[in-house]
C-alpha cells in the first residue's frame, strides 16, 4: 500500500523561501512519478510540478512557479523536496504531493486525475 508523508511548510513573507517534503513507500519500482499541487482557498486543486524520483531533473513545473521553484530528491530517503523560493502572496495554499507508479506512453506531469495516492497536505502563507 503506498504511502505519501507530507512536512514542511509554514508561514513567511513574500520574497522568502520554504521547503517541503514528501516521503514515500510501498512502490514496487523506484523510479515512480511523484507530484505536487496546491490548493489556493476557494479554488480548485492545482498543478505545481512533477518528477520521476531517481531522475536529476523536474519533468513539469507550472507557468507561474518556473523559476522560482524547484525540486529534488533523495533517493536513499524515497523523498522528493520542493524547493520554493522568492514566494509570493498567491503562492499561499495547501500543499500535496501526490504519486503513482511509471506507466509506459503517461508522461510525468502534474494532472490531478493520474494520481489516487495523496499526502496529507501542509499549509504555506506568505504574507506581503
Known amino acids: 500500500q503506498v504511502q505519501l508523508v507530507q512536512s514542511g511548510g509554514g508561514s513567511v513573507q513574500a520574497g522568502g523561501s520554504l521547503r517541503l517534503s514528501c516521503t514515500a513507500s510501498?512502490?514496487?519500482?523506484?523510479?515512480?512519478?511523484v507530484a505536487w499541487f496546491r490548493q489556493p482557498p476557494g479554488n480548485e486543486r492545482e498543478g505545481v510540478a512533477a518528477?520521476?524520483?531517481?531522475?536529476?531533473?523536474?519533468?513539469y513545473y507550472a507557468d507561474s512557479v518556473k523559476g522560482r521553484f524547484t525540486t529534488s530528491h533523495d533517493d536513499v530517503k524515497n523523498t522528493l523536496y520542493l524547493h520554493m523560493n522568492s514566494l509570493k502572496p498567491e503562492d499561499t495554499a495547501v500543499y500535496y504531493c501526490?504519486?503513482?507508479?511509471?506507466?509506459?506512453?503517461?508522461?510525468?506531469?502534474?494532472?490531478?486525475?493520474?494520481?489516487?495516492?495523496w499526502g496529507q497536505g501542509t499549509q504555506v502563507t506568505v504574507s506581503s
Open positions: 510501498g512502490f514496487t519500482n523506484y523510479r515512480y512519478c
Open positions: 518528477a520521476y524520483m531517481g531522475d536529476a531533473m523536474a519533468t
Open positions: 501526490a504519486a503513482r507508479e511509471r506507466s509506459l506512453g503517461q508522461p510525468c506531469v502534474a494532472t490531478v486525475e493520474d494520481f489516487n495516492s
